[in-house]
């Protein structure tokens, strides 16, 4: 069945640092590609997504970059904070729509001051 | 923060108990999940329910009872249900229906099942 893996699992950075986390999906219909990140005790928030029809978007600090061509995407922070801390998942959505919406495992960040 | 509500936040029974989980939102969308959050691994959709009619039910054990009576609010019965239960309840909305849209999550009910 459909499968995104996410790595690494965990990571740490020091603070100013980049971080980058990388995802791959195996569903080649797969059309739209939203990153979360969850903080202790709060439920995932969407902090950027992309769809097909791009290879990279930009917002402030954070980056995502597409290659549909090798089902790969990842997620750029550049400038890590302390509150960058977290677990971020990655997650792709099939192309024809419906309401399946497969996660990664997750990646802890630790972003040392 | 966010849209999405779930109560209780944190929620201890036994095997033989019978509890229920809500979720509301408040954006106006047509679609609700459900999710399960464990440890180390992937979100698990459970369910979805869309304009209050179900759509997507993952294999589920039936201790797991959803119900939507309306676009807003979410349910959850639990019953018999088994220590390794225990897991992050998620909660999920999303506007569209049949194309893939942003899904907003609220803060969760974690259980403990005894």
């Known amino acids: 069945g459909e499968n995104v893996e996410q790595h690494p699992s965990t990571l740490s950075v020091q603070e100013g640092d980049s971080a980058v986390i990388k995802c791959t999906y195996s569903d080649s219909a797969s059309n739209y590609f939203p990153w979360y990140k969850q903080e202790l005790g709060k439920g995932p928030q969407l902090i950027i997504d992309i769809r097909s029809n791009v290879g990279e978007k930009k917002d402030q600090r954070i980056a995502v970059t597409l290659n549909k061509t090798a089902k790969h995407f990842s997620l750029h922070i550049t400038e890590t904070q302390p509150e960058d801390s977290a677990v971020y998942f990655c997650a792709a959505s099939e192309a024809d729509g419906g309401f399946k919406t497969i996660f990664g495992a997750g990646t802890r960040l630790f972003v040392k001051a | 923060e966010t849209g999405v509500t779930q109560t209780p936040r944190h929620l201890v029974m036994g095997m033989t108990n019978k509890k229920s989980l809500k979720c509301e939102q408040h954006l106006g969308h047509n679609a609700m999940y459900w999710y399960k959050q464990s440890a180390k691994k992937p979100l698990e959709l459970m369910f979805v329910?869309?304009?209050?009619?179900?759509?997507e039910n993952n294999s589920v054990p039936s201790r797991f009872s959803p119900e939507c009576p309306n676009s807003s609010h979410l349910f959850l019965h639990l019953h018999t249900l088994q220590p390794e239960d225990s897991a992050l309840y998620l909660c999920?909305?999303?506007?569209?229906?049949?194309?893939?849209?942003?899904?907003?999550f609220g803060p969760g009910t974690r259980l403990t099942v005894l």
């Open positions: 999920a909305s999303s506007q569209d229906r049949g194309a893939p849209d942003t899904q907003y």
């Open positions: 329910y869309s304009l209050e009619e179900r759509v």
